[in-house]
């Protein structure tokens, strides 16, 4: 009777799942453009940071590109309400993470917030069921609360590298929340393009505190 009302459809592609496939049918799952194995303490994600910020390693999923796989999934993850996504990509990091040399430990995992605004329009950051889930299967402690970030204005987006960091200071530390000196934290976020959001995420963590750092993202567009 359930499935009248949620048919069991791939993600992907719609196609109808078969019995025991989850979120993704088996054609998805194998063309999935993974990115692991990869070295995450140094690689392009990396790389990117050199000069900007010092990292311990970071790494992503899949490979994001404007008519692939992974757009279509981040899309269903992002507005259409397939939070379940979220915790498939988390199992697959794990999977992937378990394979690599140097098995990173964290000590905190931290989601990149939404404003309360824009959380308020979409009901949830997609981000969170991503990073609870890695959480819960790396057995380290999440805290989607520990960063604020306040509305800015959106024009600023298409600008140069200069105004995307002013919007760097609308994130805030919750000031409920004490950052462990030494702590490795794993911030993490559904996509890294730029990096300009994660950067500025990182530099209030960095400036609070002596801590360690590494970036995880379901995605990257390279
Ligand atoms: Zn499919």
């Known amino acids: 009777m359930l499935k009248l009302f949620f048919p069991h459809l791939c993600c992907g592609c719609d196609r109808r799942l078969s019995d025991g496939s989850q979120m993704l049918c088996v054609n998805c799952q194998n063309e999935l453009p993974i990115c692991f194995p990869i070295n995450i303490n140094d690689n392009a994600f990396v790389r990117q940071f050199y000069g900007r910020l010092r990292l311990e390693s970071a790494f992503s999923l899949l490979r994001f590109e404007k008519t692939n796989l992974t757009q279509q999934l981040l899309h269903q993850l992002k507005y259409k309400g397939q939070q379940q996504l979220g915790v498939f990509f988390a199992l697959r990091m794990v999977e992937a993470l378990k394979s690599t040399q140097n098995q990173p430990k964290f000590d905190l995992i931290i989601p990149v917030p939404l404003s309360n605004k824009r959380k308020r329009k979409r009901g949830y950051n997609q981000v969170d069921r991503f990073a609870l889930s890695l959480g819960k299967h790396l057995q380290v402690p999440v805290l989607p609360k520990a960063l604020i970030r306040k509305d800015g204005k959106r024009s600023l987006v298409k600008l140069g590298r200069k105004s995307r960091f002013q ?56």
């Open 167 to 222: 919007r760097a200071h609308h994130f805030e530390i919750n000031k409920n929340f004490e950052l462990a000196k030494g702590s490795h934290i794993l911030l993490v976020d559904d996509i890294v393009t730029t990096g300009a959001t994660l950067e500025a995420c990182a530099k209030v963590l960095l400036n609070t505190r002596d801590i360690k750092l590494s970036f995880a993202t379901i995605a990257i567009s390279e």
